[in-house]
């Protein structure tokens, strides 16, 4: 891309406003749309760093026009741990979301490079990793920094000094074990093609002898430095007491280098070291690719660490503001946030309504309005004005640090699918080294100069690689794309159950619902007048997290409940002023039969009772008639009663609905599905319904507080929106036609592969690179179902 289209502006491609900055670059008057993109430009001609707008293949991220102050980052308590001592001063390693292709890394490089006191710097536009080595006593921290976010890249830390070395040792490790496998491999194809092509054996033994030695030269760093993590991996697998894909690769590689070595030596006829160095370099490449793939799903902890402020602006006692490190933040504590920065920790919102984008923690792509009083989380960013927030959970109670732990999780876990593939690879590596005995064996009777060729081609061809990635390569990239929807896979497995579900019963108040029930009537049925009963019913209320509380939120209560419990699908109990009150179902609170409220009362009468009112969710239709147009059944469970349950289900089209439903009965209804046949969904709000969650073939939980600490379901939602429900099934879908596809590919392989290379047919180097291409395809084909994923 050039430059973007003339109507949009010519930095960051956004559309251009009626009073557009025009600025002339390189002799060409551009539009910019603030004065933020025009100051960037212009800066970047006057570096005479022009080419930056040829050589990228994206526009730019928009900058900020109120410049951001970076000076707090020249404090030891805000980045101590996050930097490290290099010769001649210090070095950090900061995240930019704004490094949209490598013409960003190139200008990043460039811009630092020319600011004084900056010893090193390097962009990684793949990672959003920008390294910056200074000067402390001729340039500032801050000063760096305040460069990035003027040419539109704004830092963030990334996650701590010893995890970037620990990050940059490993990539820079693979990266030389790569780069040294292929030039050893190019050497030694070139030497061994000198020495196939003797063809008539007129070339002198000296000759050949110093092309051999040579070739042993570069093949032994090959095998041993790049071939290392093969190596290691045979020996733990034998010290597991299991066969792998490693020992085979590793047994293949050292037996081709060994047998090349002695024929070096003692002069035989062959040598095989082409096969060796091939052998190690395809696979390293086909590791990095299978690598690329789980890097899909981390990058989520990445955005996630991107998403923790640095600084929090806080009230002092005196209402001035003040800035602090995040971690200075206490419960109760009062900040400031301004439009486009992100929220330190959860709190609520005062003083006024703020627009806030929650799409990293819910994949919603829209700003949400925030009420006063409403909920907002870390990890969200203010939008338009500033906000005013009251912090009620900080560190690793937020849900931003939830969600980590979640992501985390769900990546270091290895579903049963995965494991049963490893088992496979395991029987079929004895096998094969069975029937490599028995061919090896065969050649040795019918032509013994070739036996030793033709065992090592059978060995190097059969390898199970595809086999062993077709399953770990598909699930690591669909849990990345998951992640990127908004749907979290917490449990092993969860995946390929999704895939085969055929009936989804949904709760309805928290979950088909909009979750915000309100008071439509009180009804007063004794001398209690109906504004107590409503303060008596909000003093049993407070602090509930159930859906139907949230009605009783807007009443203030001057009572204080205490002894408050909770009876899960009956409603709550507690004492106040030394009387026992309930509230809930109508046999619960009242004794009666009446269910078509919420009631008040002590267990034998109703003092009073209140109708409430709930929506669907705007969404509901919508994600319902996607999960039918997937061939699935529909079902509705519900606590509530029978009344509404149906007037819900009406709205919804949902046929045979069942009301009054307790959790235990909920279970009851899910067990029977499966005894006849289904493979059952349920999608509740992680709150009560723990115990069908738990019994369902998969379980999907709404996160809407604290269905995010629910380990009783497979997959937790973390937005609002029912169409990631769908969304999930069909990648679950497509992950296992994917999967299916790798597999077939895989034993279809080796089946074709194993006649030929037993007969004779398939040379050892020829045998690696049709081993690396199929480990290659199944690779390739996993990555695919990143693409299309919508947030």
Known sequence: MNSPACNACYHCGEPLPHDAVRLSVDGVERGFCCTGCSAAAAWIEDADLGDYYRLRSDAASRVDVVAADYRIWDREDVVGGHTRDIAGGREITVLTDGMRCAACAWLIDRALQRQPGVLDAGANAVTGRIRIGWDPARTTLSALLAKLAALGYRPFLASGEESERQRRRERNRWLVRIGLAGLGSMQAMMLAEALYLDTANQMSIPTRDFFRWVTFLVSTPVVFYSGWPFISGMWHEWRGRRLGMDTLIASATLLAYAASVIETIRGGPHVWYDAAVMFVFLLLVARMLEQRGRNIASAQVDALARARPTLATREGADGQPEQVPVNA?????????????????????????????????????????????????????????????????????????????????????????????????????????????????????????????????????????????????????????????????????????????????????????????????VESLTEVSADTALQIAAALEQGSRHPIARAFDPVTSPLIAQQVRSVPGQGVTGMIDGREWRLGRAGFAAGSTDDEAVWLGDGQRGIARFHLRERPRDDAGEALAALRAQGLTIGLCSGDAPQPVQ?????????????????????????????????????????????????????????????????????????????????????????????????????????????????????????????????????????????????
């Open 329 to 521: 933040l206490q419960v109760g504590d009062i900040v400031r946030v301004a439009a486009g920065e992100p929220m330190p920790a959860d709190g609520t919102v005062l003083d006024h309504a703020a627009a806030v984008d929650e799409s990293l923690l819910t994949g919603e792509s829209t700003p949400v309005s925030k009420a006063v009083g409403d909920a907002v989380f870390a990890g969200s960013y203010c939008r338009e004005t500033t906000a005013r927030m009251r912090i009620s959970a900080i560190g690793a109670q937020t849900r931003l640090s939830q969600l980590t732990r979640l992501v985390e999780r769900a990546q270091g876990e290895r579903p049963p699918l995965a494991r049963t593939a490893d088992r496979i690879a395991s029987w079929f590596v004895a096998a094969l080294l069975l029937v490599a005995a028995v061919v090896y064996a065969g050649w040795r009777v019918y032509d013994p100069s070739r036996a030793f060729e033709v065992l090592l081609a059978l060995l190097v061809v059969s390898c199970p690689c595809a086999l062993s990635l077709a399953i770990p390569a598909a699930l690591a990239t669909a849990h990345g794309a998951l992640a990127r929807m908004g749907v979290l896979a917490l449990r092993p497995g969860a995946l390929d159950t999704l895939a085969r579900v055929d009936h989804v019963v949904f709760d309805k108040t928290g979950t088909l619902s909009d979750g915000q029930p309100a008071i439509e009537r």
């Open 647 to 791: 007037r819900f289900a009406d709205a919804l089209a949902i046929a045979q609905p069942l009301a009054r439903q307790t959790p235990e009965q909920k279970l009851a209804h899910a067990r029977a599905l499966q005894l006849d046949g289904h493979v059952v969904a349920m999608v509740g709000d992680g709150l009560n319904d723990a115990p069908v969650l738990a019994g369902a073939d998969v379980s999907l939980a709404m996160a809407d507080g604290a269905a995010l600490a629910q380990r009783a379901a497979d997959l937790v939602i973390t937005g609002g929106s029912l169409q990631r429900i769908p969304q999930a099934i069909e990648l679950a879908r497509r992950t296992r036609s994917i999967i299916r596809q790798n597999l077939a590919w895989a034993i279809g392989y080796n089946l074709l592969a194993l006649p030929l290379a037993a007969a004779g047919m398939v040379t050892p180097w020829i045998a690696a690179l049709g081993m690396a291409l199929s480990s290659l395809l199944v690779t390739l084909n996993a990555l695919r179902l990143a693409r299309g994923v919508r947030r």
